[in-house]
């Protein structure tokens, strides 16, 4: 899921900078944020990218690590 990042003035005018709101697009992302705050303006968006999330998750990574842990230390 893709975070998409929001500057917005809340009703109260406020300015809220730096949201990051999880979505499938920014459709859902902004539908999301407006449950969160009701009846704000939003000021800007951006779709923010997550560096090195995907590396950290990576299932076949974290299985050879740990059976090439386990060689070592039956050797």
Avoid: W
């Amino acid at each position: 899921m893709t975070k998409f990042g929001f500057k917005i003035r809340t009703r109260s005018g406020l300015v809220v900078d730096n949201l990051l709101i999880p979505g499938k697009d920014q459709a859902d992302a902004e539908r999301k944020l407006n449950q969160i705050y009701r009846h704000c303006e939003i000021l800007e968006s951006k779709s923010v990218q997550q560096a090195g999330r995907d590396e950290a998750f990576d299932m076949d990574g974290i299985i050879s690590l740990i059976s090439r842990q386990d060689k070592e230390k039956a050797s």
